[in-house]
Every structure is written in structure tokens, then in C-alpha cells.
């Protein structure tokens, strides 16, 4: 069973459009992730949380908003989507402390046309 | 910004044989190393972590850090076509929270 659930799998958009990308964990974690990869590009860090509080943004765009209705939830609002978003974003999560192991969810891959 | 700088970026090796990565990372804050392996469509999996000076082998997988050049390298013996991956190397800063930064990888064609 994915210990990490993301949905959806595969997510074709408008240009101008929202979506939301869900991202549930069942590993009893306290610290989530976003990540972004792209073509060519490293797998780029997002944002982070911990027990539901944002804990870092290197995000500079405000079209990206993630929300914590739960512990174990952190979903990713995108707004006024660009074809450049297109990528796979990735959810991940770990224990809160310094160098503990990520556990990647298998993505959501986002196509904007 | 903290960088990390992968080598080679792409690699083929026999079955059977070695291959070796290097990663690198610019931040002197740098105080841990990961290596992921993600196959193609799927998602990074953690294979191995290094902290300290020196060694740390589990099974096939070897790897060394060099703290004093924020250099690591990952050795793989005995290569599987199973080992086909692209294998990021991330780092983590004592300043920098839980983020990790990824390099962009090292794409390993193991050719049976």
C-alpha cells in the first residue's frame, strides 16, 4: 500500500486555470514537502511544513498556495496556471528534525496547454 | 544559494562493472549527503546517507564523503540493468532547516 497518496496521477489543464494537487501520508509524519521536476532541471525544492505550520517558501510565485487542513494532508493550490508549471510535482514527508530520510509520494504530473 | 553539482551526467557501464557518481556541494553549511535513485516515471527512492568522514557500504552500494571538500561519491559493484536509474544527490545545510537541494543527477545506463 503507497504510504504517500497523491492525486491525481495525471492532470491536463487550461492555461489561465486552478487546479489543486492532494497529498495524504499515512507514515506518521510531521514534516511535508513540496517538489517540483522538470525537464533538465533539479528536483526543486517548494515549500515545507511542520505540524501544519509553513516553514519555508522558495517558491516566488503567489500562484502557489499550499494548505494543511489536516496533519497528515498538504495539498498544493495553483492558480492562474502557465504552461511553464508543467512538471511533475512531488509530495514528500519525514520526521521533524534535521536529516531525516524523505519519503517521496509518486507524483502528479501536470501538463498546461 | 546552496548548489550541488552532480557528475558525470550521464554514465554507461557493462553489467558487471563498477560505477562511480560524484557529487559536490558549494555551501560549507553542508553537513549531510542522500543518494536517491528514481527509475524512470517514478519516484526518488532514498538508497543511502553519509554524515560522517569515510565509508559506508550496504550491499553493492558504497559511499565516501569527504567533509573537508563537501565531496561525495557513490560506487555500485556488480551493475544490474535494475540499476538503469537517474541518481540524484541531495544535501542538506545546518542553516537551512529540513529542506533538501538536489543536484540535477547522473542518468546510469547499465548495458547487459
Known amino acids: 500500500d503507497p504510504k504517500i497518496i497523491q492525486k491525481p496521477k495525471y492532470l491536463v489543464a487550461v492555461t489561465g486555470s486552478e487546479k489543486i494537487l492532494i497529498c495524504e501520508q499515512y507514515?506518521?509524519?510531521?514534516?511535508m514537502y513540496w517538489y517540483r521536476q522538470s525537464a533538465k532541471k533539479p528536483l526543486e525544492f517548494m515549500f515545507s511544513?511542520?505540524?501544519?505550520?509553513?516553514?519555508d517558501n522558495q517558491t516566488a510565485s503567489s500562484r502557489f498556495q499550499p494548505q494543511s487542513s489536516k496533519k497528515n494532508h498538504l495539498d498544493l493550490q495553483i492558480t492562474a496556471l502557465k504552461p511553464d508549471d508543467s512538471a511533475t510535482y512531488f509530495c514528500?514527508?519525514?520526521?521533524?528534525?534535521?536529516?531525516?530520510?524523505?519519503?517521496f509520494g509518486s507524483g502528479t504530473r501536470l501538463l498546461v496547454i | 544559494q546552496q548548489k550541488v553539482q552532480q557528475s558525470p551526467e550521464s554514465l554507461i557501464v557493462p553489467e558487471g562493472g563498477m560505477a562511480s557518481l560524484n557529487c559536490t556541494s558549494s555551501?560549507?553549511?553542508?553537513?549531510y549527503f542522500w543518494w536517491y535513485r528514481q527509475h524512470s516515471g517514478k519516484s526518488p527512492k532514498m538508497l543511502m546517507?553519509?554524515?560522517?568522514?569515510g565509508e559506508k557500504e550496504e550491499g553493492r552500494f558504497t559511499v565516501h564523503l569527504n567533509k573537508a571538500s563537501l565531496h561525495t561519491s557513490l560506487h555500485i559493484r556488480d551493475s544490474q540493468p535494475s540499476d538503469s536509474a537517474l541518481y540524484l544527490c541531495?544535501?542538506?545545510?545546518?542553516?537551512?532547516?529540513?529542506?533538501?537541494?538536489f543536484g540535477t543527477g547522473t542518468s546510469l545506463l547499465v548495458d547487459p
Open positions: 541531495a544535501a542538506s545545510a545546518s542553516n537551512m532547516g529540513y529542506k533538501l537541494t
Open positions: 555551501d560549507r553549511n553542508v553537513d
Open positions: 511544513y511542520s505540524y501544519q505550520k509553513l516553514m
Open positions: 514528500a514527508s519525514s520526521q521533524e528534525g534535521k536529516n531525516s530520510d524523505y519519503t
Open positions: 507514515l506518521g509524519h510531521n514534516a
Open positions: 546517507s553519509i554524515f560522517s568522514n
